[in-house]
């Protein structure tokens, strides 16, 4: 009987227990651009609220915001840790009051963890302006106007998404600093695309990516098509690296920076700037372009390079500065000198076109008979901590599934086949 007693009570005192700890349950709240209301509880798909902005009003911590497919033209700011996820790019899209609208979306709180997935968000100053943590996964951020596409101060991660034609005008026209992304804090790049966006101001760095104090790291990306023009003078067209940056399995190509006559012009490519470090692994850079007088049409350093290819400058040479190699690189002029192991100086790569040959971005074939194919590293291609890279940019076995030389080639496309 008293063991009865015991037992009964032990049960008490730890139901009580349980019901006492405070329960922390998430939400889920439900946004539809076409037939809610923000009338409506957002409980449910069938009581969603209307705007994306009242559904955070009502959301907590932790919380995660479901949107259907509609056009939504608001600027939403985000204050504590929320996932926001649309229907696709196609049909869910955020967009913005354009020139003078602020950002489109903001992440003021530099402890707030935010995620933003499947969504289009175009026309703001700045699209996105981020001091938090903040990850965006297979979305499209697109035409800002003044102060570009992504400013990032916190922590950013980018998977599957692109950023394309954003402009930045910078301060008066006089500094004008990444028009795809503008990074002063950690920025990741994977698996995207930074294209078609532009610098312009009397000075420029960065069409694409400007980094200064940050890191940057980039994975398997494109980096193509952006344009660093300026009055006086204009560095790094696709990238201008002011703090440590690492490139993996990477294409840089068909960027360009430009400036008035006798203006200083410096990486169609890529800009290494005082103070900034940069290790290229596995990579192409090719086709990018410096107007006449312009130097390291490439790749403007000092850098360190590995199983890359850089060639086919127009003019300016494919680099200028110092090229620190760990082998197995490849330049089609004689600027880089490269005397690393296995290198090759002066020798065309006889490569393929950009677009897309499978996987998530748009990449440069090596065609066969390319003296780059099973001429990386015998011992394994690696990135800059000797971690080996077993796939390519477009996530094909590295070295190629089907080769008879078990041998990485040089640069971001390995061949399946020898």
């Known amino acids: 009987m008293l063991r009865f007693k015991a037992l009964a009570l032990a049960e008490i005192v730890f139901v009580s227990a349980v019901m006492a700890a405070?329960?922390?349950?998430?939400?889920?709240?439900?946004?539809?651009?076409?037939?809610?209301?923000?009338?409506?509880?957002?409980?449910?798909?069938?009581?969603?609220?209307?705007?994306?902005?009242?559904?955070?009003?009502?959301?907590?911590s932790g919380d995660s915001i479901m949107v259907a497919a509609a056009h939504y033209r608001e600027?939403?700011?985000?204050?504590?840790?929320?996932?926001?996820?649309g229907a696709d790019t196609k049909t869910t899209v955020i967009v913005g009051g354009g020139v003078g609208s602020g950002a489109v979306v903001a992440v003021p709180g530099s402890t707030s963890r935010v995620v933003l997935s499947k969504l289009t968000i175009l026309k703001g100053d700045c699209v996105v302006e981020n001091s938090?943590?903040?990850?965006?996964?297979?979305?499209?951020?697109?035409?800002?106007?003044?102060?570009?596409?992504?400013?990032?101060?916190?922590?950013?991660?980018?998977?599957?998404?692109i950023i394309s034609y954003n402009n930045t005008t910078g301060f008066d026209g006089y500094d004008s600093n990444g028009?795809?992304?503008?990074?002063?804090?950690?920025?990741?790049?994977?698996?995207?695309?930074?294209?078609?966006?532009?610098a312009t101001a009397q000075y420029t760095y960065g069409g694409g990516i400007s980094t200064s104090g940050g890191t940057l790291t980039i994975n398997n990306s494109t980096i193509s098509g952006n344009s660093a023009s300026g009055l006086a003078s204009a560095s790094g067209g696709g990238i201008d690296v002011g703090g440590a940056t690492?490139?993996?399995?990477?294409?840089?190509?068909?960027?360009?920076?430009?400036?008035?006559?006798?203006?200083?012009?410096?990486?169609?490519?890529?800009?290494?700037?005082?103070?900034g470090s940069l290790t290229i692994s596995s990579s192409t850079l090719v086709w990018n372009y410096v107007d006449n007088g312009g130097q390291g049409?490439?790749?403007?350093?000092?850098?360190?390079?590995?199983?890359?290819?850089?060639?086919?400058?127009?003019?300016?040479?494919?680099?200028?500065g110092t090229m620190t190699s760990k082998g197995?690189?490849?330049?089609?002029?004689?600027?880089?000198?490269?005397?690393?192991?296995?290198?090759?100086?002066?020798?065309?790569?006889?490569?393929?076109?950009?677009?897309?040959?499978?996987?998530?971005t748009q990449?440069?074939?090596?065609?066969?008979?390319?003296?780059?194919?099973?001429?990386?590293?015998?011992?394994?291609?690696?990135?800059?901590?000797?971690?080996?890279?077993?796939?390519?940019?477009?996530?094909?076995?590295?070295?190629?599934?089907?080769?008879?030389?078990?041998?990485?080639?040089?640069?971001?496309?390995?061949?399946?086949?020898?």
């Open 22 to 60: 405070p329960v922390f349950a998430t939400n889920v709240w439900y946004v539809n651009g076409v037939k809610g209301s923000d009338k409506n509880n957002c409980e449910t798909p069938q009581t969603a609220c209307k705007t994306i902005s009242h559904a955070i009003s009502l959301a907590s």
């Open 75 to 85: 600027s939403v700011a985000i204050p504590f840790n929320l996932k926001i996820v």
């Open 132 to 161: 938090g943590i903040l990850t965006v996964n297979d979305s499209v951020i697109s035409e800002g106007a003044d102060c570009g596409g992504i400013e990032n101060f916190g922590t950013l991660t980018l998977n599957r998404s």
């Open 179 to 198: 028009g795809g992304i503008l990074n002063n804090g950690i920025a990741v790049i994977n698996n995207s695309t930074i294209t078609g966006n532009t």
């Open 246 to 275: 690492v490139i993996n399995n990477s294409t840089i190509s068909g960027n360009s920076a430009s400036a008035d006559a006798g203006g200083e012009i410096y990486g169609g490519g890529i800009t290494i700037a005082s103070g």
């Open 297 to 320: 049409a490439e790749i403007a350093g000092p850098a360190t390079l590995q199983n890359t290819i850089v060639a086919h400058s127009p003019h300016g040479g494919n680099c200028y």
């Open 328 to 360: 197995y690189n490849l330049s089609s002029d004689n600027t880089c000198r490269f005397k690393g192991p296995g290198d090759l100086n002066d020798t065309k790569p006889n490569l393929g076109t950009l677009r897309n040959h499978g996987g998530p």
């Open 363 to 418: 990449t440069i074939p090596e065609r066969l008979d390319s003296p780059t194919v099973d001429a990386g590293s015998p011992n394994g291609c690696t990135d800059a901590r000797g971690k080996p890279l077993t796939t390519d940019q477009r996530g094909y076995p590295r070295p190629g599934q089907y080769k008879h030389d078990k041998r990485c080639d040089m640069g971001a496309y390995e061949r399946q086949t020898d």
